[in-house]
């Protein structure tokens, strides 16, 4: 099945500075990457997702990056700001099939 | 509109017990999904349906049955339960209408089981 890996763990930046979060994955007919951000305690909430057929996507303040020829694709978030602290997840595949996740990334935004 | 609910929010069992997860969407949503949610794990399906009527295996699936009797329904049981299955459970679904498609989450049930 699908494996993704998710880096880092957990990313401290100070507020107003840059935050990338990694993931790689193994399927190469995996088409549909969303990324998540969880709040403690909440549901997790959808943020920007891509599909195979666009390299990059940007909204306001976070964008997500696709390379399908080496199998990863990457979350930004620029200007940082303390309600940006959270566990970010991504996960790959979409459809009936569900989805497979990478294991969170806990970003904190220091004052 | 309330998107996806879940019943109960949190509940405490004992080695063995049983009980029923449920799910709700109100969405006309035809894909529905459980997963469960441990630390440093991540999500992992459990068990998803494509239609009323139908149900498959996820990832992790053993320990749990699902049904899907209603559209707007998708029940998580737990036969006799199990420490190893102390965890955060979600319920999510999507349209159905397309590969690509946001899952919206249900707000979690939290186990813990003695």
């Known amino acids: 099945g699908e494996n993704v890996e998710q880096h880092p763990s957990t990313l401290s930046v100070q507020e107003g500075d840059s935050a990338v979060i990694k993931c790689t994955y193994s399927?190469?007919?995996?088409?549909?990457f969303p990324w998540y951000k969880q709040e403690l305690g909440k549901r997790p909430q959808l943020i920007i997702d891509i599909r195979s057929n666009v390299g990059e996507k940007k909204d306001q303040r976070i964008a997500v990056t696709l390379n399908k020829t080496a199998k990863h694709f990457s979350l930004h978030i620029t200007e940082t700001q303390p309600e940006d602290s959270a566990v970010y997840f991504c996960a790959t595949g979409g459809g009936a099939d569900g989805l497979t996740f990478g294991k969170g990334t806990h970003l904190i935004i220091q004052p | 509109n309330a998107g996806v609910t879940q019943t109960p929010k949190f509940r405490v069992l004992k080695t063995g017990q049983s009980m029923t997860l449920l799910c709700a969407q109100d969405?006309?949503?035809?894909?529905m999904y459980w997963y469960r949610q441990d630390p440093g794990m991540g999500l992992r399906l459990i068990h998803y349906s494509v239609g009323e009527g139908t149900t498959a295996k996820g990832e992790v699936p053993d320990g749990y049955n699902v049904s899907r009797l209603k559209k707007q329904n998708f029940l998580l049981g737990l036969e006799s339960a199990a420490p190893s299955q102390t965890s955060v459970y979600f319920c999510?679904?999507?349209?159905?209408?397309?590969?690509?498609?946001?899952?919206?989450f249900g707000p979690g049930t939290r186990l813990l089981v003695l």
């Open positions: 969405m006309n949503h035809e894909y």
């Open positions: 999510a679904s999507s349209s159905g209408q397309g590969r690509w498609e946001t899952q919206y």
């Open positions: 399927d190469s007919a995996s088409n549909y």
